[in-house]
């Protein structure tokens, strides 16, 4: 895997992961450490040269919030055009013993940072929704959230949530 290839697999992921927890009567950030999980090959999307879909798989750790602990586990699918990703779907589900809380990506962008030809940095944020939550997880059901994601290695990356 070529070092952009990882770098995109690891940020393309993190579109999903922004369902870390949070206390339900605030709006409070919550961060979490997450890693790609396979490769994601990018495949051909319609007539234009450029397009392509992408779909990313991840996993996280929730670091706060009313699941802080959990494992999470998502897939995302991109649409590609050159260097700005736009999300088409993502969805995933915060799982812990005693509670869970799964979540809709509803928003998404991803933009690369270029200089002489090279990546040298990328950006992605959107908006989400939780569907259902149950147990500790119960104070996340229905909200809404956004989400921001920055790199912290070439397939790894921090995801910070605000719940609304």
Request: aromatic share 6%.
């Amino acid at each position: 895997m070529t070092k952009l290839s990882a770098v995109i697999s690891a940020f393309a992921a993190a579109g999903t992961m922004a369902v870390m927890g949070t206390a339900a009567a605030q709006s409070t950030t919550i961060k979490s450490t997450c890693q790609n999980v396979g490769g994601a090959a990018v495949e051909p999307f319609g007539t234009e040269p450029g397009h392509a879909l992408r779909e990313t798989t991840y996993s996280c750790t929730v670091n706060g919030g009313p699941l802080h602990g959990a494992a999470t586990t998502g897939t995302n699918i991109w649409h590609v055009r050159g260097n700005e990703w736009t999300l088409l779907t993502g969805q995933g589900a915060m799982r812990r013993p005693d509670g869970i809380a799964v979540h809709l990506v509803t928003e998404g962008t991803l933009a690369f940072q270029m200089k002489d030809g090279k990546v040298t940095g990328w950006t992605a944020n959107g908006k989400g929704r939780y569907l259902a939550a149950s147990g500790a997880g119960t104070p996340l059901g229905g909200k809404n959230y956004q989400w921001r994601v920055s790199p912290t290695g070439p397939t790894s990356f921090a995801i910070e949530t605000t719940v609304e």
